[in-house]
């Protein structure tokens, strides 16, 4: 679409403009992006203030041209998101003002806008009376102002000094307050000290103010992807301050030095069926001997199969600064795999 647009721009501008527009909003719900995101979009396609208003789900979302956030009424050219329930988008600027060419772009930026926003909205509608997607996302969302940080804190009935945000796959557990993020992840919001039902497979923010919790969810995010599969060797569950110093290898994770460690431990992994669950034991117990007893071998077992990964490697994984580099090998492994 992003070249089609390219070529027709050259033969019509305006043609053009549009298809680039809708390109664009194809790729917000390729991304998953959320409503923010989406009336952004429209703000800054359109050179004026866009703005969503969903009073069923309690979402007020408007952003000005310039791309900042300044949350207001609706006023000037609408459209409907839903049939008889006052949802509606809007474009802060008076249809038909003289110009046919803007009035037509304007139309095409308003129906893309009503359309991605009604997938997200789909996506993120809520599983019960307490939660709020729409809310959740607003208390995670960098860009949002404190007061309306605070109103969706309220909205959530949140309160207390610190809390946590959970970052999880798969389905969303049961009696949470729960918002579907980018790449189908659970976020969860909650008072710290309070847990409630988790995903599986999940990662948990350090305690935070209300004013950090985008930085509670970023970290979350990151450690998610130190995490496993229930049915792969590995943690399930990751506490982001616990592995903070792991956290930082993710900018660097495709770096040359990063597709060396990686390549020697996959050539391990393909070479020995039992390389999974050995290295993660071997990383992650005290002692060979309690790596043993979690694999169900026999001492002399590993210590044999420790010989021959390190033999394969080149380089010993039972010294401290073996052990250590094996750790950061496999953090750097799940860092390329999990790309959340």
């Given at each position: 679409m992003r070249e089609?647009?390219?070529?027709?721009?050259?033969?019509?501008p305006d043609a053009g403009a549009a298809l680039h527009a809708i390109a664009y909003f194809d790729a917000l719900v390729e991304s998953?992006?959320?409503?923010?995101?989406?009336?952004?979009?429209?703000?800054?396609?359109?050179?004026?203030?866009?703005?969503?208003?969903?009073?069923?789900?309690?979402?007020?979302?408007?952003?000005?041209?310039?791309?900042?956030?300044?949350?207001?009424?609706?006023?000037?050219t609408r459209a409907p998101l839903h049939d008889d329930d006052g949802a509606v988008v809007w474009l802060e600027r008076p249809a038909g003002a003289g110009d046919p060419a803007r009035d037509a772009l304007d139309a095409v930026i308003l129906e893309r806008m009503a359309a991605t926003a009604r997938i997200v909205l789909?996506?993120?509608?809520?599983?019960?009376?307490?939660?709020?997607?729409a809310a959740?996302?607003?208390?995670?969302?960098?860009?949002?102002?404190?007061?309306v940080r605070r109103a969706a804190a309220r909205r959530l009935a949140l309160v207390g000094d610190a809390f946590v945000v959970t970052v999880g796959t798969g389905a969303p557990p049961a009696g949470s307050r729960v918002a579907v993020r980018p790449g189908d992840l659970v976020v969860t919001v909650e008072a710290a000290g309070t847990p409630g039902p988790r995903?599986?497979?999940?990662?948990?923010?350090?305690?935070?103010?209300?004013?950090?919790?985008?930085l509670s969810h970023e970290l979350a995010r990151l450690a998610l992807r130190l995490t496993t599969a229930p049915d792969e060797p590995g943690p399930t569950s990751v506490d982001a301050a616990e592995v903070t110093g792991l956290l930082a290898l993710?900018?660097?994770?495709?770096?040359?030095?990063?597709?060396?460690?990686?390549?020697?431990?996959?050539?391990?992994?393909?070479?020995?069926?039992?390389?999974?669950?050995?290295?993660?034991?071997?990383?992650?117990?005290?002692?060979?001997?309690?790596?043993?007893?979690?694999?169900?071998?026999?001492?002399?077992?590993?210590?044999?199969?420790?010989?021959?990964?390190?033999?394969?490697?080149?380089?010993?994984?039972?010294?401290?600064?073996?052990?250590?580099?094996?750790?950061?090998?496999l953090a750097l492994r799940l860092l390329r795999a999990n790309r959340w």
């Open positions: 089609l647009a390219g070529r027709v721009s050259s033969l019509d998953r992006a959320g409503l923010e995101a989406v009336v952004r979009a429209a703000a800054v396609l359109a050179g004026c203030a866009a703005g969503l208003r969903d009073p069923a789900r309690r979402a007020v979302v408007r952003v000005l041209p310039d791309g900042r956030r300044e949350d207001g009424e609706p006023t000037g789909d996506r993120t509608r809520p599983l019960g009376r307490r939660e709020d997607p959740v996302e607003l208390l995670v969302d960098p860009g949002a102002a404190p007061e995903p599986a497979r999940h990662a948990v923010g350090p305690a935070v103010g209300l004013d950090d919790l985008p993710a900018d660097g994770c495709d770096s040359g030095a990063a597709s060396i460690e990686v390549a020697a431990i996959e050539r391990v992994v393909a070479r020995f069926g039992w390389a999974p669950t050995t290295l993660f034991a071997v990383a992650a117990d005290p002692s060979l001997r309690a790596a043993a007893t979690r694999l169900h071998v026999h001492h002399s077992t590993l210590q044999e199969r420790v010989d021959q990964i390190g033999h394969a490697l080149g380089w010993s994984v039972v010294t401290p600064a073996g052990r250590t580099r094996l750790a950061i090998a």
